[in-house]
Each structure stands twice: as structure tokens, then as C-alpha cells.
């Protein structure tokens, strides 16, 4: 009886030791995405750029092993590649990045920080044709100088928001920072939609 009752001592304390250590290692939000993000410490998300749905704000995310996630960012979202802030739109399909990530509702996650490590070969240059550059002109409204934008009063009513691209020229950097509203400029851009249009350059 005695060794039966040594036994079931053991194994009890062997059980309980299971159910604690199983305890401290569950819960919390950095255990929640170091099961989809592979990084509990830093809640980071590294991936390519599969798809930015200005729409919904959502920017969709293709990690090294296949595995697709979607995020969602605000107007508060900053994307940053070497040290020089842009617009989320500047994010073209095949930049690889690192998005900072928070736990959203219903499971969803949001990135307040996006920083692109490296850019799809020559950014959205290399992959438009001169046939969809377009010349455009009209009067500065407002210049968001750290997201790397401004709007431009292009006449007839129409608003466009003008981004930055990663690589832009130092004289065009420098016109892009002096930049005041009621200034009357002239630029070749390429449109992203209806409303936005990627700078090429100033003339």
C-alpha cells in the first residue's frame, strides 16, 4: 500500500506540474500573434505586399511560408523606408516589410507602423509605362510633409492626394518640402485611382 500511495503522490505532482506550465506559457496578445506572427516579443509581421485596398483600409500580406494575412490601418498609419515617411498608397504588390501589429477587434489586427525593407525592383516606376504618366497642374491646398503627400486643386472641382514615391530626386524632394498651400505646380504622376496619383516628377 505504501508504494501504491508513493505512486499516486508522484503522479499527482507530475499532473499538476503539467497544468502549471501549461498555464504560464498560454495567454496574452504576444502569444496570440507569436502563433501567426512567429514573434511573441515584438508583435511584428514580415511579408510582401500582396494587395492595399484603400477602400477598406485593409493591406494584405503574404509571410515566407505561404500564410496570407490581412491587416487594417487608419489615417495614423505611417510607412517608412530609409527614414523618409510616405503615404500607405505608396506601398506597391512585392514591397517586402515589417508592420507593427495590434491586436484589433474580433480577432482582426491593425499596424500603426509599416517599414519597408525592400522595395519591388525600381517601386512603381519599373512597372508603369511612360503611356500611364499623365501631366498634371493645379493649386497646392494642404502638404503633409511627414507622410510624404500633399493635395492638389487640379481645377473643375477635382481633389487629388499626391504621394511621394520611395525614390524621389533630391531636386524633387526639396520642391516637395517647400512646398506651400496656394502654390501653382505642375507634375507628371501616375494615378492609383481615382483620387490619388503617385508623383514622377515636378516640371
Known amino acids: 500500500m505504501t508504494n501504491m500511495q508513493r505512486t499516486a503522490r508522484l503522479a499527482t505532482a507530475a499532473l499538476a ?36 485596398d484603400t477602400r477598406n483600409q485593409q493591406i494584405t500580406l503574404q509571410q515566407s ?3 496570407t494575412i490581412t491587416v487594417t490601418y487608419d489615417n495614423q498609419t505611417q510607412v517608412v523606408y530609409q527614414n523618409q515617411n510616405y503615404s500607405v498608397t505608396s506601398l506597391d504588390p512585392g514591397d517586402q516589410v515589417t508592420a507593427r501589429i495590434q491586436s484589433g477587434n474580433n480577432g482582426s489586427y491593425y499596424t500603426d507602423l509599416v517599414q519597408v525593407t525592400q ?10 509605362s511612360s503611356a500611364n504618366v499623365q501631366s498634371l497642374q493645379g493649386t497646392v491646398r494642404q502638404v503633409n510633409v511627414s507622410n510624404g503627400w500633399f493635395t492638389l486643386d487640379a481645377g473643375s472641382g477635382v481633389l487629388l492626394t499626391v504621394s511621394l514615391p520611395y525614390n524621389p530626386s533630391s531636386s524633387d ?22 483620387t490619388r496619383v503617385e508623383l514622377q516628377r515636378f516640371y
Open 17 to 52: 506540474l503539467a497544468v502549471t506550465s501549461a498555464c504560464s506559457s498560454g495567454g496574452g496578445l504576444g502569444n496570440v500573434l507569436g502563433g501567426v506572427l512567429g514573434t511573441p516579443e515584438s508583435n511584428q509581421l514580415s511579408g510582401t505586399i500582396q494587395r492595399v
Open 65 to 67: 511560408n505561404g500564410q
Open 119 to 128: 522595395p519591388v525592383n525600381n517601386s512603381t516606376t519599373g512597372t508603369t
Open 173 to 194: 524632394l526639396n520642391r516637395f518640402q517647400n512646398l506651400r498651400s496656394g502654390d501653382y505646380v505642375r507634375l507628371y504622376g501616375v494615378f492609383i485611382n481615382s
